[in-house]
């Protein structure tokens, strides 16, 4: 059974990278803002980098967005919800405002979650949430 919430309210978060990603294997949520790392998560589940907010790129495509002010998503197949950015206004963006990756990692033989959260790093280091 899968927790309500993406983030675990009883253990910190462990923080990694491209040089990292392999020495916490047994931990299954972590966080990232490793570009490469991101643009893999989403390149293995067909996810597209996307928006709903009005850019220089183009208008807003819904009347509320619940992801606090971040202005990415991903589309994933079949279900294409937000306007397609490029990689490139995505990481713009997310740099900007300064967020955190928080992601479900792949078990073997299991189907890849697509459950993510984009979170402020100062709200996660603030709450003591990342190691």
């Known amino acids: 059974m899968q927790p309500k919430s993406l983030l675990p309210e009883d253990q910190p978060i462990v923080f990694i990278d491209g040089g990292s990603e392999d020495r916490h294997a047994h931990i299954m949520v972590v966080a990232t803002s490793d570009h490469e790392l991101i643009r893999r998560w989403a390149g293995r589940r067909h996810a597209e980098p996307a928006t709903g907010e009005a850019t220089a790129s183009g208008p807003a495509t819904a009347a509320s967005v619940n992801d606090n002010d971040a202005g990415v998503r991903f589309n994933f ?7 397609p950015i490029d990689w490139e206004e995505w990481f713009r963006n997310f740099d900007a405002y300064s967020l955190a990756f928080v992601y479900e990692r792949d078990e073997p033989g299991r189907t890849p979650s697509n459950r993510y959260r984009l979170v402020s790093l100062a709200t996660l280091r603030e709450a003591a949430r990342i190691v």
Do not use: E, I, L
């Not at 197949?77 to 306007?83: A, E, I, Q, T």
């Open 77 to 83: 197949p079949g279900v294409s919800r937000f306007r």
